[in-house]
């Protein structure tokens, strides 16, 4: 583990964690992203660490987001709640 890397979690059973998520606030047009053409999405399709299974979570509303490559999103390190 370098030393920028958070450190590994072990979860017990019902414990939870959280990861800030933080994103671009994209215009209709792709502003301010150079090559975005947005779209409307409505789940986040998220990996946990060592997994190739996703999980999907639901934004609970339609969210702009580009169909391109641009960097729109942000994740923190997974940090342990209470």
Known sequence: MGDDDPPTLTLEPGASV???LTAVN???D???LDDCPVVQGSD???YPPHSFTGVTVSTG???PACESSA???HVGP???QG
């Open 78 to 80: 997974v940090q342990q």
């Open 61 to 63: 509303e339609p969210v």
């Open 18 to 20: 959280a990861a800030a």
């Open 44 to 46: 986040y399709l998220v």
């Open 71 to 73: 960097e729109f999103l």
């Open 26 to 28: 994209i215009d209709p």
């Open 30 to 32: 792709g502003g301010p």
